[in-house]
């Protein structure tokens, strides 16, 4: 119940601070701060135990046929980042009460974190793989909304389309894996996914579910190459960019890297994928981030090398490479958010955050120069500050591993390299923002210290960064062991979080990186000028490219497959169905099989040579609609009567109603067009068009030759045994309906109910000319409602009603129910629209269809949660026989109220979609339908 809440109260607050928003800016953000306040002293409450090496799992079952449950789970690891991910959203509530204008709509932004704040809860809190996808989606979707919070920007709006296409489409590719991953473990469940880490990489699908996994890894943490998704996020709020993109949604990546290493790791797949990959991350970032005169583009470019340390870490092959990729997910939240924040509080104070233009700041703001001059420090390695101690246990891991053969030497080279640069590009925007001369041309000026307390959160950053820094062993060693050890999914190696190795290569390392660092940014005017002389790679532009690209071929192979032609795509779907059917029948060695087929008697024999005439002269007489109509209905009705039968009461019941109905419907619509089709067809379409039909139909008689010839299983017998004992009916059909396959019904009542106030919506106020004569100019008669109509319709609606009301009642255990019902009455109600016209009838049926069809769905829906209420599955009916007076015993079953509101959606639909239709052909000057 815990993790339940835990991730829930982000989501349950959501609401609180839309509601706050007009009582204050400060009222505003405490209300942001209730929920994960909450979920942060709830998380904290579990420390004793996440550090006693326990693991919490719950777990309810949701949809265990999928494998999708509710599991929650609460190790080491999740209880790292969920500490994170609540923290440092605390601290970022508080910054952006400050940072955000008076103008901007707070609530919706603080209502967008916090949605964030709960998916990304979701995601390290999963014990169901396939819930964490779901969570995992959702990060994609509200960093969407976060990144595209200016939406007037058009950097912020294509910055945030373009997060949310690389990670999305990452997203596809980590599903894919996750659904091979389950299928070799024979689970979704972490805990024997992980256990199941021998399996997964002995199998031969091992290779490919990784390498989709890791596309949804890399994709998520920008690392190279679709790494350029993430600077054109910096277009969003700096809270945004410290909270998203430092602490949270870039760390997704990392922290499913970590949770499935157990499971994933220890191949050579796996050391040269992840390794390699997080590389070039590192350099690349690294580099890049040197060159860019955007604040935030130097801190974007710099996440995304460090990003690249964690992943290298996680391929190396050493025993503490984990180990020390966990301590710096640790530390790099720490520095990295509050430079980012610190970076926020120079562009609110100055209005720029280009830094050719902000310099000179340390004699403006001398507190955030103290603050981000420390956290950069800790960024570049600086002893006695938290970034030494992890870029020291990185460096040392990289000397031990042996991946490359005789060119291990690269790695560490490499890591120094990045090392040299990560020196450089901290030094410049120290040096470049606080001290170089004086500012130029700001927006704002002079610039001054931000108010007190939106420092605050960076002064609790900073110092945790030199706490760590200077005293690891009591304070961050407890929750870093037991992270660490949930990684690895076992006992850690010997491990020292001492400030002082003694004189050693790891150290010489960071000297040279310190010293490089420092020569590099001496001599950085060579650098900018080679930088400035590459061809120009705006990856903004690119990636507009590749989508204008993608959306022309996209329209190229719509207009090639939907060309508007009905015809066509009826032609394409029987040729499908043709190649389907021919591949099916071909590994056939004859055609009949065992068993003998039913003999026909002369009656039967006639009544499918009726139909067929019938279904020809459909073909024949298709030009005259009206000839049509008829010749369809005659094959309709010999349809319904080939159900009866063969022992199929309700279906013909139903055939024969819905029959109706439908010639109704065909009539009202064919009112509208003219009596004949002229030819339009050329005569090889026509010749297309008798082979597919032809072609169809033969392959059609004969896929049922051979299967009515074969022996098969069918699921008939089932529902035949359960019918009485487990539905309380003996109609077989209408017990399947209300009850084993009551949920579909409830669907397909809902579906008729939308389509039908879909077409009510479309015909209203729609009104058509009345025709004064047919098409050949002989007048019609100006009698729209005959008297013996009109006498007919009088009598047949109370028989109808009372028959509709018979065949409803006996639907449980004789051929009826609710849907046969519903369509009776309907006829004999629309019976009234067309004998008496819409005026006459609307009088005295005062009823609004659109509520008796959602009373229906509602009632429908009701019954299921009433088998809720009682401890059942949703739709489960009860059956009982009771004692009434004057009747007698008899059998009372809560499927009735199921039926009832079937009855109601089919009436209600009914009438709304045919009612209307008569609306539309009503006369102007009469205004009674034809």
């Not at 809860?121 to 169901?128: D, Y």
């Not at 959160?457 to 060693?477: K, N, R, S, W």
């Not at 159900?643 to 109905?661: H, K």
Request: hydrophobic share 55%; glycine share 10%; charged share 10%.
């Amino acid at each position: 119940m815990a993790l339940a809440l835990i991730i829930a109260l982000p989501f349950l607050g959501i609401c609180l601070p839309l509601l706050a928003d007009r009582l204050g800016r400060s009222l505003c953000a405490l209300a942001a701060a209730v929920g994960p306040a909450a979920a942060l002293t709830l998380l904290w409450m579990q420390q004793p135990a996440v550090f006693a090496g326990e693991l919490q799992v719950v777990s309810l079952e949701w949809l265990p046929a999928l494998g999708l449950n509710l599991s929650l789970r609460l190790d080491g690891l999740g209880f790292l980042f969920a500490l994170l991910i609540l923290g440092i959203g605390l601290l970022v509530i508080l910054y952006a009460r400050y940072y955000l204008a008076k103008h901007e709509p707070m609530g919706r932004f603080f209502a967008f974190l916090l949605l964030f704040m709960g998916a990304m809860l979701g995601v390290v809190l999963s014990e169901n793989l396939l819930l964490m996808l779901v969570f995992w989606e959702l990060t994609s979707l509200s960093s969407f909304l976060l990144i595209g919070f200016w939406n007037g920007s058009s950097d912020a709006r294509r910055g945030a389309r373009m997060a949310l296409t690389v990670t999305g489409g990452g997203g596809l590719a980590l599903l894919a894996g996750i659904l091979l991953l389950g299928h070799i473990a024979g689970s979704f469940e972490l805990s024997q996914v992980l256990a199941a880490g021998d399996a997964i990489r002995a199998h031969a699908l091992y290779p490919l579910a990784l390498i989709l996994v890791l596309l949804g890894v890399f994709t998520k943490s920008a690392q190279f190459p679709f790494h350029f998704w993430l600077p054109q996020a910096m277009s969003a709020p700096t809270p945004v960019s410290a909270y998203l993109h430092s602490a949270t949604m870039v760390k997704a990546g990392v922290f499913l890297l970590a949770r499935l290493y157990p499971a994933l790791s220890g191949t050579d797949w796996w050391f040269y994928l992840v390794s390699l990959t997080g590389m070039a991350t590192l350099l690349f970032g690294a580099g890049m981030a040197l060159f860019q005169h955007d604040l935030k583009g130097l801190l974007a470019y710099s996440t995304i090398s460090h990003l690249g340390l964690i992943t290298l870490l996680f391929g190396l092959d050493t025993e503490l490479a984990t180990v020390a990729a966990v301590f710096h997910i640790i530390n790099h939240a720490t520095f990295k958010a509050s430079l980012f924040m610190a970076a926020g509080i120079i562009d609110h104070e100055t209005g720029s955050r280009d830094m050719r233009r902000i310099a000179g700041l340390w004699k403006y703001m001398p507190h955030t120069a103290i603050l981000a001059m420390v956290a950069a420090s800790a960024m570049a390695g600086v002893p006695l500050l938290n970034g030494f101690l992890s870029k020291e246990m990185f460096f040392s891991e990289t000397l031990s591993q042996d991946l490359l053969g005789s060119f291990n030497w690269m790695i560490p080279a490499a890591a120094t390299l990045a090392g040299v640069f990560s020196v450089a590009y901290s030094l410049r925007f120290i040096h470049d923002v606080f001290f170089n001369g004086e500012p130029v041309d700001l927006p704002k000026y002079p610039p001054h210290e931000p108010p007190r307390y939106m420092k605050i959160p960076v002064e609790v950053l900073v110092f945790m960064c030199l706490l760590v820094g200077m005293l690891p062993a009591y304070t961050v060693a407890p929750l870093l062991a037991s992270a660490a050890s949930a990684s690895l999914g076992g006992e850690l190696p010997y491990y020292s979080l001492a400030v002082w190795h003694g004189l050693n290569l790891p150290l010489a390392m960071s000297v040279v990186a310190l010293v490089g660092g420092i020569i590099v940014y001496a001599c950085r005017e060579p650098l900018f000028r080679w930088y400035n002389g590459m061809p120009e790679m705006d990856a903004k532009v690119l990636f507009e490219r590749a989508m204008g690209l993608l959306v022309k071929s996209a329209r190229w192979l719509t207009g090639l497959l939907e060309s508007g032609s009905l015809q066509r795509y009826i032609a394409l779907m029987l040729l499908s169905a043709l190649v389907l059917i021919a591949v099916a029948l071909a590994p056939l060695r004859r055609l009949a099989g065992d068993l003998p087929l039913t003999p026909l008697d002369g009656i039967t024999v006639l009544g499918m040579l009726v139909l067929c005439v019938m279904a020809v002269l459909t073909v024949v007489f298709h030009r005259n609609r009206l000839k049509a109509l008829m010749t369809l209905s005659c094959a309709g009705l010999m349809v319904a009567l080939a159900f009866a039968r063969y022992s199929a009461p309700d279906l013909a019941l139903t055939q024969l109603s819905v029959e109706v109905v439908t010639i109704i419907l065909l009539v009202l619509a064919l009112f509208f067009m003219p009596d004949r089709t002229p030819m339009e067809s050329s005569s090889l379409r026509g010749l297309r068009d008798v082979l597919l039909a032809g072609g169809s139909g033969v392959a059609v008689a004969m896929l049922a030759y051979a299967v009515m010839t074969r022996p098969y299983d069918s699921i008939a017998s089932f529902f035949l045994e359960n019918s009485v004992s487990g539905g309380g009916g003996t109609n077989v059909v209408n017990v399947i309906l209300v009850d084993f396959r009551g949920f579909d019904t409830l669907g397909e009542i809902s579906v008729l109910a939308i389509a039908a106030v879909g077409i009510y919506g479309l015909l209203a106020g729609l009104h058509l000319p009345h025709p004064e004569h047919d098409p050949n100019g002989k007048a019609w008669s100006r009698d729209s409602h005959p008297m013996i109509l009109d006498s007919i319709a009088r009598v047949l609606l109370p028989l109808a009603l009372l028959v509709s009301a018979f065949i409803f009642l006996r639907g449980h255990n004789l051929p009826g129910g609710g849907f046969i019902a519903g369509l009776i009455t309907a006829i004999a109600l629309i019976l009234q629209y067309v004998a008496h016209g819409v005026e006459w009838t609307q009088r005295r049926l005062p009823w609004s269809f659109h509520s008796i069809a959602g009373l229906g769905v509602m009632i429908a829906g009701l019954t299921g949660l009433g088998s809720l209420a009682f401890g059942f599955p949703f739709l489960t009916s009860a059956f009982d026989h009771f004692h009434i007076p004057l009747l007698g015993e008899i059998e009372l079953a809560s499927a009735l109220f199921f039926d009832l509101g079937v009855y109601l959606a089919v009436v209600g639909a009914t009438l709304l979609i045919l009612s209307n239709i008569g609306h539309v052909s009503q006369d102007e000057s009469s205004k009674e339908v034809l």
